[in-house]
């Protein structure tokens, strides 16, 4: 069996926290943002994590499962 690849995008795009779940960023930051106020864009800095249904495949994707 060769060796399992990780995806290129998801190793960019997410972390695994020291419990093992998996950490993303927000959505809605790369543009427009004169239009949203200064709390939205507050917000959006923060990271999030990934939910229960994606947990799985974000981790196949990542060669973790």
Known sequence: MPKVKTHSSAKKRFKVTGSGKIKRFQARTSHMMRNKSKRAKLNLRDSAL?????????????GLK
């Open 50 to 62: 990934v939910s229960k249904a994606d947990e799985g495949r974000i981790k196949h994707l990542l």
